[in-house]
């Protein structure tokens, strides 16, 4: 169906926004052919099938493309042209033997990248994204991808709006846009049409899909969705694609690495097999088949396996992650900022006591408590509304004498909320909110609630303050209102630390993680958790503090910081944006409506099921559990699979490297092919499907202490130093099958192949750790046996029936001790070089990472909530 930008009406069964912000309520829901009642059942299923679902991406995964991925290769593509070619010129053995080599290896790549795209798909099915919407006169919830025009919508503080909404009524609904027009100040909305032809972040009478409202609540009728939004045109245009991680980021920069020596290799061979006027085709099959044993092909197998991997182990530990890379950049975690409530603390509220003016219990002050809440007897609203509702004395006191006629309701700047009621004293405002706000609005506040208040607090006590005055005259509520009120008393609660939140506080140190409270709370109250918890408090700001120290000096502020108190939405995302400026990588853990901002900033976002809507959906890890104990697990899966995979790129530039530059290096002074094309590929092949079992390694302990970044520089000077010293020892092989075996070509070949395949197989197993291999740092039981297996494989080779087509023969019996001590020459040696490398510098040193594009990034994850399969 085409898109219609203006005048779409019923007919096209949807509006524009525009043209339906200018038009009266009414008749916009004639035009869509809807009521306050909503559309009945088969009505939404007639306008799905006609509109398609409210989605912007898919997360069908499809074996096709996946499959012609698998040709992307430049080489690959080269490779097969040449083998049919020669194929065709009478060479139909080796181009048969090639081919079925190369279709071997484009399978297995396929099968793994096939499993790790599904398991990713799988991450999309496990976070569903719901609206509350009225359908044949009843309200249900249903998926967002389940709207379509004409439904009747309502959002909440903390929802993200859910398509193009023309709004029927609000309640102070304030919306951010930033999304779209990229304006920070949330927009009022009202119910009243606008002008025709007001621009799009002026449709005060309409919701955009995909903004946030950050203050009130409000009813709309759907009136556009999926591409016919403005949030879904612009999330087309970004295209499927988030922009890269840091782990990204470093993948490409290796392969690119390695792709620049290939081709020069590959350049220089062909050269040289030329001079030598050796045949057009073998010079071509023989470079070509040296550039694909350098390339890394199976990197983007051996990293998606690894990452499907941690998935599936974190999703049994109840952790889930939106996208696999996110798995890892969970491991480069190296600043942890998180909340207090049901993190270090158990967050069920109880209400311990009610302190009147005097600072002695007062019962009564339970009233105020009850009437200034945003919460119901039903058990919504926020965690401290919800235990007045419950505590013990709450149904003795007299509530329903009170009758409510306005609301202000609770925001993150006042911190506080009020009401106007009518009750047996006529009309009254009623405040309750942050202790210190409240005072502040007083006319006087008696000593003895001051100290009580400090006493509470010392003792890590939540405290609320209520106040009223009369309000006769007033028919609604401004901030200017909350003013000449008098002290009611205080609200005293118990949140106590979670038991098990000491020993997840110490895992996380244990990792090089550095904790930092960020809350609402007052700093007394965070100061006393972090004492009981063993936390060291090292230093203390609130809010007021930060505003007073500029960008250039608040990296250093936040060092020298512990807990950060009484901040807004806008102070955790300014401290987050600090730490990554400062070239930290920084986790931000929250589940509330005022962390969205922080949640975006941070490279890991992370929130929890039950959060609200506007955090889950800027986080890129979910827990189902609010438990550091188990994010101290994500973060170890994290650096286990970052490890692994830096055992394949080092293996990849060390022996097998050195393997390829010795062929090359043969080429120019033997007489014959040190290794045919299909042996090359073949050898290729055994030592990729031997690498399919990295993932599955055991990582030692000091490896998984504290993050690790791609650093090119020493990942070049460890392929200089194990390169070489691989081609050391082929040279020394070929020396010794030439002048000590006296070997002819076959033999030489076949000699040189499984010399070659063991030394740059079981290098794994010295590699992969700092320490003794096998004797401190034991490998998984898959990876021995695949590289031994590997190994048995490539010896066993030369005695099987296809042996023959493949240009092997059987070695003699005195060429086996022989190349059995080259090989074990060969490991005691890089053993030895490995411990000089590593006690001379740190191989996986931190680097400096670039800023992420924040906006773009946080336009993917919006668009995430509106795909289907």
Not at 446 to 465: F, H, I, M, S, Y
Request: include cysteine; hydrophobic fraction near 50%.
């Amino acid at each position: 169906m085409a898109v219609r930008e203006a005048g779409a009406g019923r007919d096209a069964g949807w509006l524009p926004l525009a043209e339906a912000a200018a038009r009266p309520v009414d008749e916009v829901s004639a035009a869509l052919g809807t009521g306050p009642a909503g559309l009945a059942p088969e009505e939404v299923l007639r306008r799905r099938s006609r509109l398609g679902p409210n989605a912007v991406r898919t997360h069908r995964v499809s074996a096709l493309a996946v499959l012609v991925r698998q040709f992307r290769s430049a080489l690959l593509g080269l490779l097969l042209v040449a083998a049919a070619v020669s194929y065709f010129v009478g060479e139909r053995t080796d181009a048969l033997v090639i081919g079925v080599i190369v279709a071997i290896s484009v399978g297995f790549g396929f099968g793994n990248e096939y499993r790790a795209e599904r398991a990713g798909a799988a991450l999309h099915d496990r976070v569903r994204h719901t609206a509350p919407v009225v359908r044949g006169g009843r309200t249900e919830v249903v998926d967002v991808v389940d709207l379509v025009p004409g439904d009747v919508v309502r959002i909440d503080l903390g929802t993200i709006v859910p398509a193009d909404l023309r709004l029927i009524e609000t309640h102070r609904l304030e919306c951010d846009e930033s999304v779209l027009t990229g304006e920070s100040v949330a927009v009022a909305k009202d119910p009243a049409p606008v002008p025709a032809g007001t621009a799009l972040g002026d449709l005060a009478s309409g919701a955009l899909m995909g903004t946030v409202v950050r203050a009130g609540s409000g009813v709309g009728v759907v009136v556009a969705t999926a591409g016919h939004t403005a949030f879904g045109r612009i999330a087309a245009g970004l295209g499927e694609r988030p922009g890269e991680t840091e782990f990204q980021r470093g993948l490409r920069r290796f392969s690119l690495m390695l792709a620049r020596v290939a081709g020069v290799l590959t350049a220089v061979i062909f050269v040289i097999n030329l001079v030598l006027h050796r045949p057009l085709i073998d010079a071509v099959l023989f470079s070509l088949a040296i550039a694909v044993g350098i390339t890394p092909q199976l990197l983007p197998a051996i990293v998606t396996a690894s990452l499907a991997a941690g998935t599936r182990a974190l999703a049994r530990r109840r952790v889930l992650v939106k996208r696999l890379v996110c798995v890892e950049d969970l491991g480069n975690v190296e600043v942890l900022f998180t909340d207090k409530t049901g993190t270090l603390t158990d967050g069920r509220l109880s209400l311990a006591e009610t302190l009147g003016p005097d600072g002695r219990p007062d019962a009564h002050v339970l009233l105020a408590g009850l009437l200034a809440n945003e919460a119901s007897a039903g058990g919504d609203g926020n965690p401290m509304d919800r235990a007045l509702w419950a505590a013990p004395d709450a149904g003795a006191q007299p509530v329903a004498a009170y009758r409510r006629v306005g609301l202000l309701p609770f925001d993150h700047q006042r911190r506080r909320v009020s009401v106007l009621v009518d009750g047996p004293d006529g009309r009254t405002l009623v405040t309750k909110g942050a202790p210190e706000e409240v005072m502040a609005l007083c006319r006087d506040v008696p000593e003895a609630a001051r100290r009580a208040l400090d006493e509470r607090l010392a003792g890590g006590d939540r405290v609320t303050a209520v106040a009223s005055r009369p309000a006769a005259g007033l028919t609604g509520i401004e901030p200017d209102d909350e003013r000449e009120l008098t002290f009611g008393g205080l609200l005293v609660f118990l949140d106590p630390p979670k038991p098990d939140a000491r020993a997840a506080l110490d895992r996380l140190a244990g990792l090089g993680i550095g904790v930092k409270v960020i809350t609402g709370d007052h700093p007394a109250v965070a100061v006393r958790v972090c004492e009981q918890l063993g936390l060291p408090v090292t230093g203390v700001l609130t809010g007021s503090e930060l505003a007073g120290i500029d960008d250039a000096a608040l990296p250093a502020a936040i060092e020298a910081t512990t807990v950060f108190a009484r901040v807004s939405p806008e102070d955790k995302a300014r401290l987050v944006r600090a730490q990554r400026t400062a070239g930290r990588d920084v986790a931000f853990l929250g589940d509330g409506v005022n962390d969205a901002l922080a949640l975006h900033a941070a490279d890991i976002g992370i929130s929890v099921a039950g959060g609200t809507d506007v955090a889950r959906d800027a986080a890129d890890v979910l827990l189902l559990e609010k438990d550091l104990d188990v994010l101290a697990d994500g973060v170890t899966e994290g650096r286990r699979i970052f490890a692994n995979t830096i055992k394949y790129v080092l293996m990849g530039t060390s022996s097998n490297f050195g393997n390829m530059f010795s062929a090359a290096g043969a080429s120019a002074f033997l007489s014959f092919l040190p290794m045919l094309p299909a042996q090359i590929l073949l050898n290729n092949l055994i030592y990729d499907l031997s690498q399919v079992a990295i993932p599955t390694d055991r990582v030692d302990a000091d490896q998984l202490a504290r993050p690790a970044h791609w650093d090119l520089r020493e990942i070049r000077r460890f392929m200089l130093t194990f390169g070489p010293l691989s081609s050391l020892f082929d040279f020394l092989t070929f020396a010794l099958l030439l002048s000590v075996l006296h070997a002819g070509p076959v033999e030489f070949r076949t000699g040189w192949f499984v010399e070659s395949l063991a030394t740059q197989t079981l290098v794994v197993f010295v590699i992969r750790t700092h320490t003794s291999p096998f004797w401190r740092s034991r490998p998984s039981r898959a990876l021995l046996l695949a590289a031994f297996g590997a190994v048995a494989a490539a010896w066993l080779i030369p005695y099987l029936p296809v042996a023959g087509p493949l240009g092997f023969r059987p070695l003699p019996v005195v060429f086996l001790p022989v190349l059995v001590g080259l090989v074990a020459a060969y490991l005691a040696l890089v053993e030895a070089t490995k411990r000089t490398l590593f006690a001379s510098s740190d191989l996986l040193r931190p680097s400096r990472r670039e800023p992420a594009a924040v906006h773009r990034r946080r336009t993917h994850r919006r668009a995430a909530r509106f795909s289907t399969r």
